[in-house]
C-alpha cells in the first residue's frame, strides 16, 4: 500500500507539472502514460495520489494553520518576523513562508491530478473487469468531491482563481480569474452530487459500496476517504461562507441526524486532547481529514500544529514558533467551569487540557501533542496528528450559527448547548468530571447575545484546528459592527495576494487591488 501512494504522488506531482501556463507550475510530461489506467491497481493508486496532494497542499509550510489560526487570530510570535508579519496581516512583507504561500500552485496539482483522473478512468473499466461500475462510481464521487474541495479552499484564500476542469492533455494557454461566486455554485454542485453517490463508510456492504472497498477491510478506510457525510457537511461549510444559511440548517440536518449511520459521535475533552486521542491515526469521528498515520510511516517533523505551538516542557524546543497569550487565554476562558482550561480567582490553573505552562513566560498551547504513536517523551519531535478540517461539533455550531443569523434564537441556543454539554463540566472542586450529568448551560446575562457566544464557543472549540480567521470573516458579515474589518472585507483585504511569480508567468491575472 505504501508502495502504491508513493508512486501515485510521484506520478500525480509530475503529471501536475504539464500546466506551466494555466496552472504556473513547470511544465514536464516525463512520465510515460502508455500502460497507465490499465488496471484495479491503477485506479487505487490514482485515487490515493489526489489525496495525497491535497494532504501536501494543507500541510505545505503548515500552510493549513497559518491560514486558519495565525493571521489575524488568537496567536502571536516570540521571534519570528514572518508570522509576525501575517499576524498583522501584513501579507506583503518579504518572507520566504509569505511568498510560497501567495502561491496556489499546490492547489492546482490537486485539480490538475482530479481531471486527469476523472478523464481517464473508464479506460481502466473498460480494461480490467475487477474494477466494477460500482467501484469507479465511488471513486468518481470521492475525486469530484476534492477537487471541488481544493477550489473551495483557494475562494477563500485568493478570491477569484482560474477555473479548469479540464487537463487538456497537457496543452496550456495563459486563462484568468473566474469569479469566485461562480465557483462556489460549481462546489457546491459538485459536493451535492458526490454525496448522492458516495457511502456512509467502505467496507461494511453500505448500499452505496457493497463488499470490500479495494479488498480492503473497513479499519483501513475508516476516517480516511470521503464519505456522503463529509460532503454534507463540507456543503454546509460552503453555504456558510456564502451566507445561504437556510442551506446551512438543510445540509447540517442530514449529518446531525445520520450520524450514527457512520458511527460516528460527539468527542470528549479527555479524548480530545489526549496523546492519542482524537487526533491520533485516523477516526470515523473525523467528518473530513487527512492522516498522517504513524502505524503508515506518515509521521512528520512539520506540516503539523505541534511543529508551530509544542515547546518544553512537552518537547526540547526552548521557544514555540506562536503561542497564546496570558491576557488572550484569561479573556477567551472566562468561564471557571470551562474543562479544556480554567483557572481560579487565586490563580490557581485547574483543568490545562489546551495549555501546559500557562505560569511561564510562553503558555505552550498543547491540546494536539501527537508525538510519534502518543510517545510522552519530549526528544519525539515528529508528529503524526491528522490534520482534521471538519468533524460533528464544528457542524454542530455551525448550525447553531445559522438559526441565529435567522434568528431563531432557541434553535441556536439548544445547539450551542450540545457542545457546551460536552465541555463545561467541571465539578466545584475545578476537576473536570465527563460524567457528571448537569452541565452549566447558556446564559443570556452571562455569555451575551446567541450569536456572540456561538462564536466565542468557535473560538475555544477549534483552536488550532485552522478555522478562526474564517470565522472572523463569518461573524463581522452578521454582526455588521466592527468598521475596520469591514473595510478589510469589502476591499478584499481578508484575501491573501497573489504570488509576483504567477503574475509574472501570466499576464491576465490581476493581482487583488487590496494588494496593489
Request: glycine residues 6%.
Amino acid at each position: 500500500m505504501k508502495k502504491i501512494i508513493l508512486l501515485s504522488l510521484v506520478f500525480f506531482s509530475l503529471l501536475a507539472g504539464g500546466c506551466k501556463k494555466a496552472l504556473d507550475v513547470n511544465s514536464t510530461r516525463v512520465v510515460n502514460e502508455v500502460n497507465y489506467w490499465n488496471t484495479l491497481e491503477d485506479a487505487r493508486a490514482g485515487i490515493m495520489g489526489v489525496y495525497g496532494l491535497t494532504r501536501a497542499a494543507l500541510a505545505d509550510n503548515n500552510g493549513h494553520w497559518i491560514y486558519g489560526d495565525v493571521r489575524m487570530g488568537n496567536f502571536d510570535s516570540p521571534i519570528r518576523q514572518d508570522l509576525k508579519a501575517i499576524i498583522k496581516n501584513d501579507l506583503n512583507a518579504s518572507y520566504p513562508v509569505i511568498k510560497e504561500l501567495s502561491n496556489w500552485r499546490r492547489f492546482y496539482a490537486i485539480v490538475n491530478a482530479a481531471n486527469i483522473f476523472l478523464e481517464r478512468i473508464p479506460e481502466v473499466k473498460a480494461n480490467d473487469a475487477r474494477y466494477t461500475q460500482n467501484n469507479m462510481d465511488v471513486d468518481i464521487a470521492q475525486v469530484r468531491f476534492l477537487r471541488a474541495y481544493a477550489y473551495f479552499y483557494m475562494v477563500r484564500i485568493w478570491g477569484d482563481v482560474p477555473f479548469l476542469t479540464t487537463s487538456r492533455d497537457g496543452s496550456f494557454e495563459n486563462v484568468g480569474r473566474t469569479n469566485k461566486d461562480a465557483i462556489l455554485e460549481f462546489v457546491q454542485a459538485e459536493m451535492l452530487a458526490s454525496a448522492l453517490v458516495l457511502p456512509y463508510r467502505y467496507s461494511v456492504n453500505d448500499i452505496q459500496q457493497p463488499g470490500l472497498y479495494y479488498n480492503e477491510y473497513d479499519s483501513r478506510w475508516n476516517g480516511a476517504l470521503i464519505r456522503k457525510l463529509t460532503a454534507y457537511g463540507m456543503l454546509a461549510n460552503v453555504a456558510a461562507w456564502q451566507g445561504k444559511y437556510t442551506d446551512v440548517i438543510k445540509y447540517s440536518n442530514i449529518v446531525l441526524t445520520d450520524y450514527p449511520k457512520a458511527s460516528m459521535n460527539y468527542t470528549s475533552t479527555t479524548f480530545l486532547t489526549q496523546r492519542n486521542g482524537f487526533f491520533y491515526d485516523k477516526r470515523n469521528e473525523h467528518l473530513l481529514a487527512f492522516g498522517f498515520v504513524w502505524g503508515h510511516q506518515d509521521a512528520s517533523f512539520s506540516g503539523n500544529m505541534e511543529s508551530l505551538a509544542l515547546a518544553e516542557p512537552v518537547v526540547n524546543k526552548s521557544i514555540p514558533d506562536v503561542f497564546v497569550p496570558k491576557d488572550s487565554i484569561l479573556t477567551i476562558f472566562k468561564e471557571t467551569n470551562d474543562g479544556r482550561f480554567n483557572i481560579d480567582t487565586t490563580g490557581v490553573t485547574h483543568s490545562q487540557a489546551y495549555f501546559t505552562n500557562f505560569l511561564g513566560r510562553y503558555p505552550v498551547f498543547s491540546k494536539i501533542k501527537v508525538m510519534q504513536d502518543g510517545s510522552t517523551d519530549p526528544t519525539f519531535r515528529i508528529y503524526s496528528s491528522s490534520i482534521v478540517v471538519s468533524r460533528l461539533e464544528d457542524i454542530t455550531l455551525l448550525r447553531a450559527e445559522a438559526y441565529a443569523a435567522l434568528g431563531e434564537n432557541t434553535n441556536a441556543i439548544n445547539d450551542l448547548n450540545t457542545v457546551r454539554r460536552l465541555r463545561y463540566n467541571v465539578d466545584n472542586k475545578g476537576q473536570l468530571n465527563e460524567s457528571a450529568s448537569t452541565f452549566i448551560a447558556y446564559d443570556a446575562a452571562r455569555n451575551g447575545a446567541p450569536v456572540d457566544a456561538i462564536f466565542l464557543e468557535r473560538q475555544k472549540e477549534f483552536m488550532g484546528e485552522g478555522m478562526h480567521f474564517y470565522d472572523q470573516v463569518r461573524y463581522h458579515k452578521i454582526k455588521g459592527t466592527n468598521a475596520t474589518f469591514l473595510n478589510l472585507i469589502n476591499t478584499g483585504g481578508i484575501y491573501w495576494p497573489i504570488s509576483r511569480d504567477l503574475i509574472a508567468q501570466n499576464p491576465l491575472l490581476t493581482q487583488n487591488s487590496y494588494w496593489k
